[in-house]
């Protein structure tokens, strides 16, 4: 064996190696930075709520933000858009698919009638601006002006949030200065609405959940050095994994396009995809699926929008139709799923799982074309 094919193996034993290195950095930094960020908020009384919606989203989807923004910096533009595609590919598709094989998801009226749709019409908007060819364009391009109008999407989903936080926390004072009145007329409520009982219950749930267990004492200069040691984490990880997948790419001559589809996308969404299969196992169905639905619209509105808008466009020529395709057919198939029963169980899974395997074998196919 040559000396030049020892240092090359060499090399890619160690790129692999820095590359779990930069996962390992990447999902444990995002881990801390979430338990940072939600023990400030509870300091500054932020609703539970919100936290979850904002916040956890924010921290799972922490790794591709750091990965987009490293692969801007490194002119690496087809990692950007590729780990966003594979990433919204993989939450719904494998992610909800391995989950609803844990327990049936239920989904909440709420999810399908307001957060499905918007990340249904985000991701039109999204493929949209990444087909430039289909509007008599030279190429297709994902500029500054395509970053801001996803921001502004992002934006009015945030205030779509942020009013619902305030309307349940309004919702839940009047209860509590109204429970006087309605024990006592608890016993004649509950023969006339036996149907409803169900449902009141799990309204009930639910809104233990978001007021449980926020009195307990946070040590705010402990959450702040865990929010800098989140960062540090994140940052250093999207930089080993970008460099080391760059450099995997170019020793088997496979493209960043179908590393950022696969490798990349898998690793960053790891905290997706832990979190929605035991928040299911939990029985927490709707973290489960709120997880994903947030994540994906983060991704667009956060991941790909704001390092675009703030440095700056990167070409999208290296990204096919088919891949487009599959990106919407994912949320389109979500919608459908969820309106239909308001439940997604081991069939519906095992559909998406099928939809990921024949997308993700036409990309790995496609890459020894």
Known sequence: MSLRRIKNKMGLVINLVLLLIGFIFLIKGADVFVDGASDTARKFRVPKMLIGLTIVSFGTSAPELAVSIQSILSGKGDILLGNVVGSNVLNILLILGLASLVGTLRVNTAT???EIPVLVLITLAFATLLSDKIFGLSENSFTRQDGIVLLLFFCIFIYYLIGMAQKKDAGRKTKETKSGDVEEKNVSAKIKNKENKAEETLKKIEEQNETDDDETPVNLIKALGM???GIIGVVFGSDLVVKSASEIAATF??????????IVAL???LPELVTSVIATKKGEYDIAIGNVVGSNIFNIGIVAGLPVAILGGVGGGAFSYIDLVALIMAAVT???FAKHGKRIGYKKGIIFLLMFVAYYTYVIMGSFA
Not at 253 to 262: A, C, F, K, N, P
């Open 112 to 114: 399908v009638k307001k």
């Open 334 to 336: 979500l919608f459908f």
């Open 253 to 262: 001559g496979v493209s960043q396009r179908i590393i950022s589809l696969t």
């Open 267 to 269: 690793g960053t969404s």
């Open 227 to 229: 929010i800098l040691v």
